[in-house]
């Protein structure tokens, strides 16, 4: 009896080492991928002649990764062409501004064009029309040309509760409107100046980059969107179709290599996360789990969500009484 015990707790201690190391041995790997991610992130089809694919979605903040990725897509010379791929409602008007002057100078070395998934309102149009050629499918979203300022106004609400906020001003539109208090006319009319302003800059984008004439510009300017089938008639897009009709436009029109590889460029950790989700998409993809890949590349963006500040070129259905 006294040596089974002893053989049953020598087997006992044998599996909790063995635990142990496989633990172990589990945090190097994970380790290793992590390094070797790190390291390989930016050479991964480096050297290759390819066509590049950026990929503009979600909120359009104008985020240094974003324009990082865009930098460095123009200056490898590796790439011999980008397809630009969008899929946002749009985003700020400063955002979607410093996306568009970083296209346009990748543009002016290489060839660009866009390849509309679900949408591309408001400052996703933008971004579009930065590029050489626009391809959109023919259910896609497209337009929302104009721009937006929203607040709330909680003065009913604070009314019915019985709060009262006070403020001290250096002068009346200073911190207007606020939701704090009634929106005055003199608030109103600064802050309608300021979109006023940002439309005209919006619609002198829209009229030089599509050679639009004054009956074409107001036909499409009024903030509606259209599907990408009303888009080429408006003249809004150029072509209807996707990857493969953008690569076609690259072959046919820029002369660029038949068959070569397109090669989707990813942007660079933030700082903020160290870089996890990032290095951890970019070991999946050295190893081949594409699918784990995305999931990892969903949770890094989310993480660098930045925070909505400032006028909006951004669409989104209104809700009727």
């Given at each position: ?26 945090l ?14 930016d ?17 359009i903040s ?19 062409a980008v397809l ?10 400063s955002g979607?501004?410093?996306i ?17 998934d ?36 909680f ?18 539109l ?15 009319a600064?802050?309608?100046s300021?979109?006023?302003d ?15 004439n ?23 897009v150029?072509?209807?179709g ?12 820029k ?22 989700w ?7 993809t ?6 784990l ?10 993480l ?5 500040d ?11 009484k």
């Amino acid at each position: 009896m006294s040596f089974d015990a002893d053989l049953l707790a020598d087997r006992r201690r044998l599996r909790r080492r063995l635990s142990w190391w496989r633990a172990v041995a589990f945090l190097l790997v994970i380790a290793a991928l992590l390094a070797a991610a790190w390291f390989m992130r930016d050479r991964v089809g480096a050297g290759e002649r390819q066509i590049a694919k950026i990929e503009i979605s979600g909120f359009i903040s104008g985020d240094d990764r974003t324009l990082d990725l865009i930098k460095r897509v123009r200056e490898s010379k590796a790439v011999d062409a980008v397809l630009v791929e969008i899929s946002s409602p749009g985003g700020t008007t400063s955002g979607s501004e410093a996306i568009y002057q970083e296209l346009r100078r990748l543009s002016a070395e290489k060839p660009t064009v866009a390849v509309v998934d679900s949408m591309a309102a408001s400052g996703a149009y933008i971004t579009a029309i930065a590029t050489d050629h626009i391809v959109s499918r023919e259910t896609s979203l497209v337009g929302s040309i104009g721009v937006l300022f929203q607040f709330p106004n909680f003065t009913n609400l604070l009314d019915h509760v019985g709060v009262n906020v006070e403020s001290i001003k250096s002068s009346p539109l200073k911190a207007a409107p606020s939701g704090f208090e009634p929106t005055s006319p003199e608030a109103r009319a600064a802050i309608a100046s300021l979109v006023s302003d940002s439309f005209d800059w919006f619609k002198r984008l829209v009229r030089e980059r599509r050679s639009f004439n004054d009956a074409q510009l107001n036909a499409v300017a009024d903030g509606r969107v259209f599907t990408g089938h009303q888009a080429l008639g408006l003249k809004l897009v150029d072509e209807i179709g996707g990857e493969r009709q953008a690569i076609a436009w690259l072959e046919r029109e820029k002369k660029i290599t038949r068959d070569l590889p397109v090669r989707e460029w990813k942007r660079r950790s933030s700082d903020s996360d160290w870089g996890l989700w990032s290095a951890l998409g970019t070991g999946a993809t050295l190893l081949g789990f594409h699918d784990l890949a995305a999931v990892f590349d969903r949770l890094d963006n989310q993480l660098a969500a930045q925070r909505l500040d400032g006028l909006l070129a951004l669409w989104h259905p209104s809700l009727e009484k």
